[in-house]
């Protein structure tokens, strides 16, 4: 086997193994994913009624206590729940949080090794090598691929588009059927997950038809009238359903709301130029691909079409949604893919002519230096950083191993931070899950837990609010709020406080170097041996490369575990 051949096979591995390396050390989710995770766990747990739905539903599923600013697809939880069904059934046991997130994330990674092998028939094999470790080298697709997003669900069918529009050498009535799959896949993605792919669609439409790559009649109308149909179709006969309102077409809702009522503006605004100068570079992390390998690509005339080929429906998307004024780099996802593989055709160029020109020699060793430190610093630095903001669930957690089995009942309040960093259904302990269990004796039954998560404000400033719990988890000042409210003193002991990240500190020569975001991830996959190594290597950098000078990860208190005595 070939060199080459090698290291694409390593690669084509490296990028799933990478997305469960990532779900392994952060197994956690954020706020912004927690519809879809709640949604996937009442599915699972308590299962599709088909009798006295509406009170069924309101009953059990969190979406009614909990329906948020907008409604939500139920789609891609019907999805990922059916798919985790057999490998339930198979091990009562498996964390199905984990399993339902692996499959997700191992979906994403075949859509990006499925681009790969496009770019590998249309550009060569050392096109696909640098895609592959440009992408393996990226942190937020890596890390965020799964994750329940809305748009890490469309992710997987944008990338698959972008992958039935690379260039092939086939007949033309050929190619123009895999352009008509991608704008159906763009279409019903768009109408089911995320609409801002309907710009993304318009733009690759507009630019194929510029080229005469594809027709209006031809093409464009069968696959945007398929892709409508069948996309309502789905989002409005499940939605409808599960919210028990009809008809309901989720993301017209949403658009409506964010776009047209301009209410995503209340999360934040930032300037026209945000997306350009900030989230492109963070989500291309090595800041050679942009500001060498992408300029090259479009500079050199060998590859100057195929570069505009890729890359103008991506940004043509991106300058135009800039005129949104809330910015998010999960808005844009979408157009990376293409963006890599046009910074994978210029150091492609670049490697194999490295034996024509000292310059060409030493771009090269600059292209692999820069692409293995992005690799280092995604997953060392910030992998580590991400993985230590889930102090919620480290605080259920810990609770539940502290306090399991001590009472027969448990009252557990959950404040708003706990609530948006980690916690969610599937990590509540289940109230007797089975009849053999909820028919034992009673000094055999486990302990049964109660969870409250109410955040309105004046019931919370009441002292008869608190005794109804046995443990409350909230944030260090909401706690001192809590004991002041207290009848008496000593109502509330503190039993455990939980840290989260809490940035980046510069350690001066001196100063000791702790490192214990690190060494928990390093103890996790190489053990304390490694962790010992790994200490050793930094103090040898600190002596003898940057004189003392450090920067690590710092934590400090985001969450009191406090019990009501």
């Not at 593989?341 to 030493?362: E, F, Q």
Request: hydrophobic share 45%; glycine share 6%; charged share 15%.
């Amino acid at each position: 086997m070939r060199s080459d051949d090698c290291v694409y096979l390593l690669l084509l591995i490296a990028i799933p193994a990478l997305v469960l390396i990532h779900l392994d050390v952060a197994p956690y989710t954020k706020v912004e994913e927690s519809f879809h995770i709640q949604a996937i766990h009442d599915i699972l747990a308590y299962g599709i009624p088909a009798q006295n739905v509406s009170e069924t539903l309101r009953w059990q599923y969190d979406h009614f206590t909990f329906p948020g600013a907008v409604p939500r697809t139920f789609v891609g939880a019907v999805m990922l729940s059916t798919l985790s069904r057999p490998f339930i059934w198979l091990n009562a046991t498996v964390d199905n949080q984990t399993l339902v997130r692996s499959i997700l994330g191992l979906i994403n990674a075949l859509s990006l090794l499925s681009f790969a092998s496009g770019l590998q028939r249309a550009f060569g094999r050392p096109t696909a090598i640098w895609y592959l470790a440009f992408q393996a080298s990226q942190f937020h697709i890596i890390y965020y691929a799964s994750r329940t997003l809305s748009n890490m669900f469309a992710f997987s069918m944008s990338t698959l588009a972008l992958q039935y529009l690379l260039p092939d050498p086939l007949a033309p009535t050929l190619y123009r059927k895999r352009c008509q799959k991608a704008l159906f896949l763009l279409a019903t993605a768009g109408i089911i997950y995320r609409s801002e792919l309907a710009l993304f669609l318009a733009t690759n439409t507009l630019f194929l038809l510029l080229t005469r790559r594809i027709s209006i009649t031809g093409e464009i109308i069968p696959a945007g009238v398929t892709g409508l149909l069948i996309g309502l179709a789905i989002t409005v006969g499940v939605d409808s359903f599960f919210w028990q309102q009809f008809p309901l077409w989720p993301e017209l809702a949403a658009f409506i709301f964010n776009v047209i009522s301009g209410q995503a503006s209340a999360w934040g605004t930032h300037p026209w130029h945000f997306y350009f100068a900030n989230a492109i570079p963070r989500l291309l992390l090595n800041p050679l691909t942009y500001l060498l390998a992408i300029p090259f690509a479009f500079a050199h005339p060998s590859t100057r079409s195929a570069a505009a080929y890729l890359a103008i429906p991506s940004i043509a998307f991106v300058a135009i949604f800039s005129i949104q004024p809330h910015k998010e780099w999960r808005f844009i996802v979408y157009s990376i893919p293409s963006l890599t593989a046009v910074a994978a055709l210029g150091s492609s160029y670049i490697w194999t002519h490295r034996t024509k020109s000292l310059i060409y020699r030493l771009l090269s060793l600059a292209m692999i230096g820069s692409t293995l430190v992005s690799f280092l610093c995604s997953t060392f630095v910030l992998l580590p950083a991400s993985a230590a903001n889930y102090p919620g669930a480290h605080a259920l957690n810990a609770l539940h191993t502290h306090a399991h089995s001590t009472k027969p009942h448990i009252s557990v309040y959950l404040g708003n931070l706990a609530c948006q960093t980690g916690v969610t259904r599937f990590l509540e302990t289940p109230s007797f899950p089975d009849k053999t269990v909820s028919h034992s004796a009673p000094e055999d039954r486990p302990t049964t837990w109660k969870y409250d998560k109410t955040e309105d404000q004046k019931l919370k400033s009441s002292p008869s609010f608190w005794d109804q719990f046995d443990y409350i988890l909230v944030e260090p000042s909401e706690g001192e709020k809590v004991v002041s409210l207290a009848d008496s003193p000593g109502t509330w002991e503190d039993v455990e406080t939980v840290t989260g990240f809490a940035g980046m500190k510069i350690i001066r020569p001196g100063d000791k170097a702790v490192g214990a975001v690190e060494g928990r991830v390093l103890d996790k996959f190489v053990g304390q041996q490694g962790v010992r190594l790994w200490e050793m290597g930094r103090e040898l950098a600190r002596r003898v490369v940057t004189r003392g000078w450090w920067v690590e990860l710092t934590m400090e208190p985001k969450i009191k575990i406090m019990r009501r005595v």
